[in-house]
């Protein structure tokens, strides 16, 4: 048997969204560290809500698990009522911020117009994540950049042009250089919090179509260094088989990280799918 080691290590990170007071984050972080500390090629990141960095922080100690948070503003500071920028995530512990996640787009998976209405009023947009990315690479912050489908457009022909044109808006102007840095989420938006993930090799072909388009947009080394997550019902179930993709290098987590067990198994099929094994 010959192994190989993939050429991007994967991430799995956890999206708690609104969920786990600081005693609550203490306890999940606290449950996890021991499930992933050993593990081998796989790096782990966990975002909790804003008010529970410090806890997470504390938590995780020297475990290596990585801080990220749910958004970011792209000023430095002042008159932003609200706002958090990449400074304070930054002191916080954090390596990375999630943006452009469907929720805080308002696009959501889900046929209940209420909330889809509701959630439509934290308006991000492509300019708007563009901006976020290009301040937070500035900074010394990790974009986790999200991206996905409706399923309307899924179903009248139009992921790839849809997913296509959101990365080159998201990432325009953006040096090749960091392009490699930075992480993209691939989530079709009805595969979140659903329970119905997206088949494997769909999930990975269009991962595969958004490497293309960095490629085209950026270079072969920015293409080749991105890393592309998957997101979207992945658990401890489903995950082996999305993770073992070529071009899926890792998971972007919400419900299952919520429970350590099953994000430590999530991570433990991650390091294991870091590499290739020929007989
Ligand atoms: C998410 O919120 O990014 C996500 C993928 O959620 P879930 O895993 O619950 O579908």
Known sequence: MVKEKKLRTPLIAGNWKMNNTRAAAEALVGGLVPLVKDLVDVEVCVCPPFTALDAARKAIGDSGIQLGAQNVFWEEKGAWTSQISPDMLLDAGCKYAIVGHSETRGRFGTVDETLASRLSYFGETDATINVKAKFMLAKGLIPIVCCGETIDERKTGKTDEVI????????????????????????????????????????????????????????????????????????????????????????????????????????????????????
């Open 164 to 279: 296509s044109g959101q990365i080159k808006a998201c990432l325009s102007g953006i040096s090749a250089d960091e392009i490699e840095k930075l992480v993209i989420a691939y989530e079709p938006v009805w595969a979140i919090g659903t329970g119905e993930v997206c088949e494997t090799a769909e999930a990975n072909r269009v991962c595969r179509m958004i490497r293309q388009t960095v490629r085209e947009s950026f270079g072969a080394d920015a293409g080749n260094g991105v890393r592309i997550l998957y997101g979207g019902s992945m658990n401890d179930k489903n995950a082996e088989d999305l993770l073992e993709q070529s071009e899926i290098d890792g998971g972007l987590v919400g419900g299952a990280a919520l429970k350590a067990e099953s994000f430590g198994v999530i991570c433990k099929a991650a390091s294991f799918a870091a590499w290739n094994f020929y007989i």
